[in-house]
């Protein structure tokens, strides 16, 4: 039996959705507390506003995947009812369009038209949708999977500064947030680089960069409504 390759490609949706809940989950809860902490909020408002950061985000990462991988879903289930109702009506024109594809993929069209009769024989909807639409089953969407992912991610990382901020004594509260959430984003930067063969030190520096800009921004919005109450 032929061994099958594992690609990297076949992580790229659950990937996507638990790096980007996960990030989101890190720099928005972190960049809550700084903002609530220095506008010399109460240490326990801090902890109701992380808390209240980490459920309302959570919920909406996971609904605002689940559209939107679902309307994917939805957009290619309607190409492929199209391009079946068009088998249906037009099938040596398909096939044409099928062999002239492989010829631009540079096979010469005596062969290009061997190709597109063997597959289309074999299946020919999924020659269609792979070649012409570029859909395939490693790439299918799936979107509770997306979701859970989502919002399961995002609640992991927002819980790392709302657990430093819990325990961090007042006055340490803000350099010990913002210097654990560089950490556990560089981290994830790191380990996200790694999972999907990139990088590693221009993963993490990038998600760093980025994590260190919004929480500089949203700690100074919080430092300027203190200064004008």
């Known amino acids: 039996m032929r061994s099958k390759e594992r690609h990297r490609i076949g992580r790229v949706g659950w990937l996507r959705a638990a790096v980007l809940g996960a990030n989101d989950g890190i720099l928005s809860t972190a960049s809550l ?10 240490h326990s ?11 309302a985000g ?21 190409e492929l009812e199209l391009e079946r109702a068009e088998l249906k009506i037009d099938n040596k024109g398909e096939h044409k369009e099928l062999a002239a594809i492989y010829v631009e993929r540079g096979l010469d069209a005596s062969l290009a038209k061997q190709v597109a009769q063997r597959l289309m024989a074999h299946n020919a909807l999924e020659a269609h949708a792979r ?39 007042g006055a340490e ?9 560089l950490v556990f984003l560089a981290g ?12 590693v030190l221009a993963g993490a520096l990038r998600v760093t960069f980025w994590g260190a800009l919004a929480m500089a921004v949203t700690a100074g919005v919080g430092a300027l409504f203190a200064a004008v109450g």
């Open 45 to 55: 408002s801090v902890i109701i506003a992380g808390t209240a950061g980490l459920m």
């Open 131 to 169: 070649d012409e639409l570029g859909i395939t089953t490693t790439n299918a969407p799936h979107p509770i999977q997306a979701a859970l992912a989502s919002a399961a991610s995002f609640a992991v990382g927002a819980a790392l500064p709302l657990g430093v901020a819990a325990m961090a004594p």
């Open 173 to 181: 509260l803000l350099y010990l947030v913002a210097g654990t959430s």
């Open 58 to 78: 959570a919920m909406s990462m996971a609904a605002g995947e689940y559209v939107s991988v679902h309307s994917q879903a939805d957009t290619e289930r309607a």
């Open 33 to 42: 507390v700084l903002g609530v902490a220095t506008s010399h909020a109460t």
């Open 188 to 199: 994830l930067g790191a380990l996200a680089a790694r999972v999907g063969g990139a990088k």
